[in-house]
């Protein structure tokens, strides 16, 4: 299995992490593959109760909290670069996402009408707010998070045909969603009128479908401005992440499992079923109950 380090630090290279991370994921599954190795168990067929196991001997070397999470993400990297490969059918770490507590319960969210709301009360006097509209509209009906809103581009907006296509991203998969009736005026007007005047201002080309002024491709504080407009439309806001969670959280009350998989972008269903309001209160009872870092 040893022969796998190289392959699972190209993976880690291809999802941009710095040299310092890979480094340090790399000792956690080597760390790992010793334990294995102590146990006599086949890195092929490790279950989620070895898992468990493994998280239980580490608190008995008296590892922090923070650093036996680390350990279990190197590791659950490394069950993903198999299943990649078909060596194995599931993940065994996944679930550890949900009962180990690594992921909170959904809270504070915003109901449908919030939603549209805040995307009806967003003022479109200047450019940036027309910008800001369209954004908002992405984020809305089509659930998008930060990093695929970054890694748009122009040629990924399908206006004709009524689709915009989402690129894969260190998290999500990627998918090709319908836009709505509603989106359609103001995503033209950005794209034949707002983006050219404001790449004008940037005085460079670009490829990005929304751009900083910056020589960067992070939207960092474009998004920031963003939410600190919304929170005067509604002071409940609290970040872009708690927008996508409702929006899923409301897609769950329409539309199928496999569905909302889908049009969120998880690679797992496991990472939809997080976001089941008929499933919260149980769910907070396993952590309670079945955290295996207590």
Request: net charge positive; hydrophobic share 35%; charged share 25%.
């Amino acid at each position: 299995m040893n022969n796998l380090i190289p392959q699972l630090e190209q993976y880690l290279i291809n999802r941009r992490y710095s040299f310092n991370t890979v480094s340090s994921r790399l000792r956690d599954v080597n760390y790992f593959f010793e334990w294995l190795k102590f146990q006599n168990i086949n890195y092929l067929e490790v279950s989620y109760a070895d898992i468990l196991s493994y998280v239980k001997f580490c608190k008995l070397r008296e590892n922090k909290q923070s650093t036996i999470k680390q350990k279990v993400k190197s590791v659950q990297f490394f069950y993903e670069l198999l299943e990649s490969k078909n060596l194995i059918k599931q993940n065994p770490c996944e679930e550890i996402k949900l009962r180990a507590g690594i992921k909170r319960i959904p809270n504070n969210l915003l109901n449908w009408e919030e939603l549209e709301e805040l995307y009806e009360k967003t003022s479109t006097k200047n450019a940036t707010g027309k910008r800001n509209k369209v954004i908002l509209s992405l984020m809305i009906y089509q659930g998008l998070e930060t990093g695929a809103i970054s890694k748009l581009k122009l040629e990924d907006v399908k206006l004709e045909e009524g689709k915009i296509y989402i690129p894969k991203t260190a998290r999500g998969n990627s998918r090709t969603l319908d836009l709505k009736a509603n989106q359609m005026y103001h995503l033209q007007q950005y794209l034949t009128l707002v983006r050219p005047y404001l790449l004008s201002l940037k005085d460079q080309e670009s490829e990005q479908l929304f751009f900083s002024y910056g020589a960067g491709k992070r939207l960092d504080s474009l998004l920031t401005n963003l939410v600190k407009n919304l929170k005067e439309i509604n002071p409940k806001i609290t970040g872009i992440r708690q927008i996508r969670t409702s929006v899923i959280t409301h897609w769950l009350s329409i539309h199928s499992l496999r569905e909302v998989q889908y049009l969120a972008g998880h690679r797992y269903v496991s990472s939809t079923e997080y976001y089941r309001i008929d499933q919260l209160k149980s769910l907070q009872d396993q952590l309670e109950n079945l955290h295996p870092l207590n």
